[in-house]
């Protein structure tokens, strides 16, 4: 069975603080991939990364960062110098590339304070 | 990136009543359709699954015969609510994928908010 969780329901920050939104995974394929999406209060998902299992490497882009460690099944989204157009639900989700179905994680709900 | 769009954007009815939601995508032809679910302040959750001529694979616990899902073309899939009631209310999002499957072909539709009354 596959599975995303996010424990984090709610973070609150205030502007240009450094945040971390948790994901861990469970999957029995070997194969995957793990992506994050952003959804702002006008509900439409925006794409922030894809990542699939066979590289590990972590990833910057601009003010984000992506922290992928296979061996405790993490797929963690670093913001950098938040700012309030940050504050959204950011969503972490899985695809094993055997199906075709993507699972997401119950979301967490960033506030970035002025 | 892939344009996709959903109409309408908000729908109010009354209890009882069916409404049909649209998903095309614009600039691309979609093989696969998903459709997905978002109560407030929930996760996605994923309804159906339809590839174009198919009929539609429901996930366990959503009611085939309630949310009607036609994928009669590559550009266009709808979703029908019947005999809607307030518990069904909420925000529907489709997904369509291109062919060859893959997480770089999965685009997303701006949503449809339902509330029923």
């Known amino acids: 069975a596959q599975k995303v969780t996010q424990a984090q329901t709610e973070i609150s920050v205030v502007e240009k603080e450094d945040v971390t939104l948790d994901c861990v995974y469970e999957?029995?394929?070997?194969?995957?991939?793990l992506f994050w999406y952003k959804q702002p209060p006008s509900g439409e998902l925006v794409f922030l990364i894809r990542r699939n299992s066979f590289d590990e490497q972590n990833e910057i882009s601009g003010r984000y960062s992506w922290n992928f460690q296979k061996s405790t099944s993490s797929f963690n989204f670093t913001i950098t110098a938040s700012q309030v157009v940050d504050s959204a639900v950011y969503f972490c989700?899985?695809?094993?590339?055997?199906?075709?179905?993507?699972?997401f994680g119950a979301g967490t709900r960033l506030f970035v304070k002025a | 990136g892939a344009v996709v769009s959903q109409h309408p954007s908000r729908v109010i009815c009354k209890s009882g009543t069916s409404v049909k939601i649209e998903c095309r995508s614009l600039d691309f032809q979609a093989t696969t359709m998903f459709w997905y679910r978002q109560f407030p302040k929930q996760s996605l959750m994923l309804m159906a699954t339809s590839n174009e001529g198919s009929k539609a694979t429901y996930e366990q616990g959503v009611e085939k015969d309630k949310f009607l899902i036609n994928h009669a073309s590559l550009t266009l899939s709808t979703l029908t609510v019947t005999s809607a009631h307030p518990e069904d209310s909420s925000f529907y999002i489709c997904s369509p994928e291109t062919s060859g499957g893959g997480p770089d072909t999965q685009y997303f539709g701006p949503g449809t908010r339902l509330t029923v009354l």
């Open positions: 989700a899985l695809r094993n590339t055997g199906g075709f179905k993507t699972i």
């Open positions: 999957t029995r394929d070997t194969t995957y991939y």
